[in-house]
């Protein structure tokens, strides 16, 4: 099966991959340097949730019932915004929803990108050894990564969120699930590239001189890859995201009360007519996030590779 | 000839990775730790009570006669439990669901419906509007609807689908009473009920697919038709119209097939989403109860059956692919 992975197969030329290049090809892009800013602003408020929610003295734990109508619905223009309450409070508890917001990063960042990195690894480690090695090992796993590529992943990791044992974390469980679903497309990539780069002569050099397997993989092929790499785990972090997001929509993520977007949106869908302001922060917090890791994955493949710019599919 | 062992080995290669994905499935639902039938005993649970519902289970036997059993129950069903109280679960039976008393395969069967009806508009939506939206906007390089397809893909693809289904919610169904809000009239009961509930999640879950695609085709469509053979059939003589459909879009779409092979997968996911956010108790209303329950049985047989499903697509897809590009039958 192919794809339409335009990195794979294409020759590797030479190009300035200096952090100092990059930066500055990042930053003359607006739109990429916006991306890197929102990220800059989640990340910061994800770290310091307890200072930022301290301004107005509130926490997303605290119940504000005497805020609530009869009904359970928020008193107030727009779901009870007040000086107190930035984004007014939640349906039925009364909890501060712009604490909730905030604190929801946290979990969004943490599972996102740690979830990344465990498939960029494992990614990385299957891509550079089957791209080099090749032979049946290479044909097995490659084989394995066509199988998994169209598997509806969200319906497995749903289904395993009911045999995961108690004692293991929920968010680190949902690290491992979501990251071990998401490498085939690393691996893939990463194969394509270093099967060119096989053949390189300071590749052939290399092993002429009799350099041994583990050198050539990680001291001369693996910092050719590094540029695709880190496109890579850009572009994949919003897709991560989203899968902690729909889990804890779904009602199989994060358990209550750690606060997190997905669940406070699956929350929301009881309240879309009565209380819309419940569903449109949280859900604006996440399609910002997940827009800005793209935008600045976009900005930072057109400065690693000028030619892939605006061609991706 | 050379068609007929194309078919056949693309079978033989789907029925491995059937066998295999279910040996794992097994594996890693029943060999780890979770104990279904401590799950089923009940509270209090005695050690003879436990004994028996491990029987009837078929979980007290070593593990490789279970996989069998398991297996072979997929092909020519089994039974559970002995004498009266023995429940048949006809071929194919992806395990019984003791809490419902049913098999799971049954279970899945009285949920298809739903399922199958957002799932199959929603591709056919996207395919359609995501190909012309691609041509369109090939053949009008430049031109301002070439320019809003391409922006709505990049801003498409960072909302998620149930923020975007429930924007859709609010708006149609809420402010401007077009459409339900939700829930599913089954096609036999009422058609025009049926397509009236499922025009907000086809759109849902078309919309954002449907940008992507429209990317890819006008893509591929804008270097096919740089292609010789395109002059060639342009001074054959050939019209327009026939040019770009049948020597233009039936190269551009080979990739487009690939992709939509690909999607299937993510598409059943969409579908889990979309019977949340419209209420439609569909197979992934069943996947999210079973999960909540702890029916075991039916969350396994579930992911089985999804798994297959998505391997039968792509063994159809891998097909249509031999018949739209000549070279993969050579190859």
Same mark, same amino acid.
């Given at each position: 099966?192919?794809?339409?992975?335009?990195?794979?197969?294409?020759?590797?030329?030479?190009?300035?991959?200096?952090?100092?290049?990059?930066?500055?090809?990042?930053?003359?892009?607006?739109?990429?340097?916006?991306?890197?800013?929102?990220?800059?602003?989640?990340?910061l408020a994800?770290?310091f949730a307890p200072l930022v929610t301290g301004i107005t003295g509130q926490n997303?734990?605290?119940?504000?019932?005497?805020?609530?109508?009869?009904?359970?619905?928020?008193?107030?223009?727009?779901?009870?915004?007040?000086a107190a309450h930035w984004f007014?409070?939640?349906?039925?508890?009364?909890?501060d929803?712009f604490s909730?917001v905030v604190?929801?990063?946290?979990?969004?960042?943490?599972?996102?990108?740690?979830?990344?990195?465990?498939?960029?690894?494992?990614?990385?480690?299957?891509?550079?050894?089957?791209?080099?090695?090749?032979?049946?090992?290479?044909?097995?796993?490659?084989?394995?990564?066509?199988?998994?590529?169209?598997?509806?992943?969200?319906?497995?990791?749903?289904?395993?969120?009911?045999?995961?044992?108690?004692?293991?974390?929920?968010?680190?469980?949902?690290?491992?699930?979501? /990251?071990?679903?998401?490498?085939? =497309?690393?691996?893939? &990539?990463?194969? +394509?590239?270093? %099967?060119? @780069?096989?053949?390189?002569? #300071?590749?052939?050099?290399?092993?002429?001189?009799?350099?041994?397997?583990?050198?050539?993989?990680?001291?001369?092929?693996?910092?050719?890859?590094?540029?695709?790499?880190?496109?890579?785990?850009?572009?994949?972090?919003?897709?991560?995201?989203?899968?902690?997001?729909?889990?804890?929509?779904?009602?199989?993520?994060?358990?209550?009360?750690?606060?997190?977007?997905?669940?406070?949106?699956?929350?929301?869908? /009881?309240?879309?007519?009565?209380? =819309?302001?419940?569903? &449109?922060?949280? +859900?604006?917090? %996440?399609? @910002?996030?997940?827009?800005? #890791?793209?935008?600045?994955?976009?900005?930072?493949?057109?400065?690693?590779?000028?030619?892939?710019?605006?061609?991706?599919? | 000839?050379?068609?007929?062992?194309?078919?056949?080995?693309?079978?033989?290669?789907?029925?491995?990775?059937?066998?295999?994905?279910?040996?794992?499935?097994?594996?890693?639902?029943?060999?780890?730790?979770?104990?279904?039938?401590?799950?089923?005993?009940?509270?209090?649970?005695?050690?003879?009570?436990?004994?028996?519902?491990?029987?009837?289970?078929?979980?007290?036997?070593?593990?490789?006669?279970?996989?069998?059993?398991?297996?072979?129950?997929?092909?020519?069903?089994?039974?559970?439990?002995?004498?009266?109280?023995?429940?048949?679960?006809?071929?194919?039976?992806?395990?019984?669901?003791?809490?419902?008393?049913?098999?799971?395969?049954?279970?899945?069967?009285?949920?298809?419906?739903?399922?199958?009806?957002?799932?199959?508009?929603?591709?056919?939506?996207?395919?359609?509007?995501?190909?012309?939206?691609?041509?369109?906007?090939?053949?009008?390089?430049?031109?301002?609807?070439?320019?809003?397809?391409?922006?709505?893909?990049?801003?498409?693809?960072?909302?998620?689908?149930?923020?975007?289904?429930?924007?859709?919610?609010?708006?149609?169904?809420?402010?401007?009473?077009?459409?339900?809000?939700?829930?599913?009239?089954?096609?036999?009961?009422?058609?025009?009920?049926?397509?009236?509930?499922?025009?907000?999640?086809?759109?849902?879950?078309?919309?954002?697919?449907?940008?992507?695609?429209?990317?890819?085709?006008?893509?591929?469509?804008?270097?096919?038709?740089?292609?010789?053979?395109?002059?060639?059939?342009?001074?054959?003589?050939?019209?327009?119209?026939?040019?770009?459909?049948?020597?233009?879009?039936?190269?551009?779409?080979?990739?487009?097939?690939?992709?939509?092979?690909?999607?299937?997968?993510?598409?059943?996911?969409?579908?889990?989403?979309?019977?949340?956010?419209?209420?439609?108790?569909?197979?992934?209303?069943?996947?999210?109860?079973?999960?909540?329950?702890?029916?075991?049985?039916?969350?396994?047989?579930?992911?089985?059956?999804?798994?297959?499903?998505?391997?039968?697509?792509?063994?159809?897809?891998?097909?249509?692919?031999?018949?739209?590009?000549?070279?993969?039958?050579?190859?």
């Amino acid at each position: 099966m192919t794809t339409a992975n335009t990195v794979e197969g294409e020759p590797i030329t030479a190009r300035k991959t200096g952090i100092r290049h990059v930066a500055r090809s990042v930053l003359r892009d607006g739109w990429a340097t916006t991306g890197v800013v929102i990220i800059v602003v989640f990340a910061l408020a994800a770290i310091f949730a307890p200072l930022v929610t301290g301004i107005t003295g509130q926490n997303p734990y605290t119940y504000h019932l005497n805020l609530l109508d009869d009904s359970g619905a928020p008193k107030g223009f727009g779901g009870g915004i007040s000086a107190a309450h930035w984004f007014g409070v939640e349906p039925l508890t009364g909890r501060d929803l712009f604490s909730v917001v905030v604190y929801g990063a946290r979990i969004s960042l943490l599972v996102g990108v740690s979830a990344t990195i465990v498939s960029v690894v494992i990614g990385v480690l299957v891509g550079i050894t089957t791209g080099f090695f090749g032979g049946w090992y290479d044909r097995l796993l490659s084989r394995v990564v066509d199988v998994m590529f169209g598997f509806p992943v969200l319906v497995f990791m749903i289904a395993l969120t009911a045999i995961v044992p108690s004692s293991i974390p929920r968010p680190v469980f949902m690290i491992a699930v979501i /990251g071990f679903f998401g490498w085939p =497309p690393v691996a893939r &990539v990463v194969r +394509g590239q270093v %099967l060119s @780069l096989r053949e390189r002569n #300071f590749v052939v050099a290399s092993t002429a001189m009799g350099a041994g397997s583990g050198h050539v993989l990680f001291a001369q092929v693996l910092p050719n890859v590094t540029a695709t790499i880190i496109v890579y785990t850009t572009i994949m972090v919003p897709s991560m995201i989203g899968f902690e997001a729909a889990l804890s929509f779904l009602g199989v993520g994060v358990p209550p009360p750690t606060p997190s977007w997905g669940r406070t949106i699956g929350d929301a869908v /009881g309240w879309v007519q009565t209380s =819309p302001m419940y569903l &449109v922060f949280p +859900g604006a917090a %996440l399609f @910002l996030i997940t827009l800005a #890791f793209n935008v600045f994955g976009d900005g930072l493949r057109d400065a690693l590779d000028p030619r892939s710019g605006g061609r991706r599919s | 000839m050379r068609m007929l062992r194309f078919v056949l080995v693309r079978l033989a290669g789907m029925l491995v990775v059937l066998a295999l994905v279910a040996a794992i499935a097994y594996a890693i639902f029943y060999l780890l730790p979770t104990n279904p039938a401590q799950l089923s005993c009940g509270k209090p649970c005695t050690p003879a009570d436990l004994q028996r519902a491990k029987e009837f289970m078929g979980t007290a036997a070593p593990w490789w006669q279970q996989l069998g059993n398991f297996l072979s129950g997929i092909l020519v069903g089994r039974s559970f439990g002995s004498g009266d109280a023995a429940v048949v679960c006809a071929a194919p039976c992806f395990g019984f669901s003791f809490q419902q008393n049913a098999p799971v395969t049954q279970l899945i069967l009285s949920r298809f419906p739903v399922t199958a009806s957002i799932a199959v508009g929603a591709a056919l939506l996207w395919l359609i509007t995501g190909v012309a939206g691609g041509v369109i906007s090939a053949l009008r390089r430049g031109t301002w609807v070439d320019r809003s397809v391409m922006s709505v893909a990049i801003a498409g693809v960072s909302a998620p689908s149930y923020l975007v289904g429930l924007l859709a919610i609010l708006f149609f169904g809420f402010t401007l009473q077009w459409l339900p809000t939700g829930g599913y009239v089954p096609l036999t009961e009422d058609p025009v009920q049926w397509l009236l509930h499922l025009i907000l999640p086809w759109c849902t879950l078309a919309f954002i697919t449907a940008a992507i695609y429209a990317r890819l085709t006008r893509g591929q469509m804008i270097e096919v038709m740089g292609e010789d053979y395109i002059r060639t059939a342009r001074a054959k003589g050939l019209r327009e119209p026939r040019v770009v459909i049948t020597h233009g879009l039936r190269n551009a779409l080979i990739p487009v097939v690939t992709i939509f092979g690909l999607d299937l997968g993510a598409l059943l996911g969409g579908t889990v989403i979309a019977e949340k956010v419209f209420s439609m108790q569909g197979l992934g209303a069943m996947l999210i109860d079973a999960v909540h329950t702890l029916d075991l049985q039916l969350v396994v047989g579930f992911t089985l059956f999804a798994a297959f499903l998505i391997v039968f697509a792509n063994f159809v897809v891998d097909l249509i692919y031999g018949f739209v590009d000549p070279r993969v039958k050579a190859g």
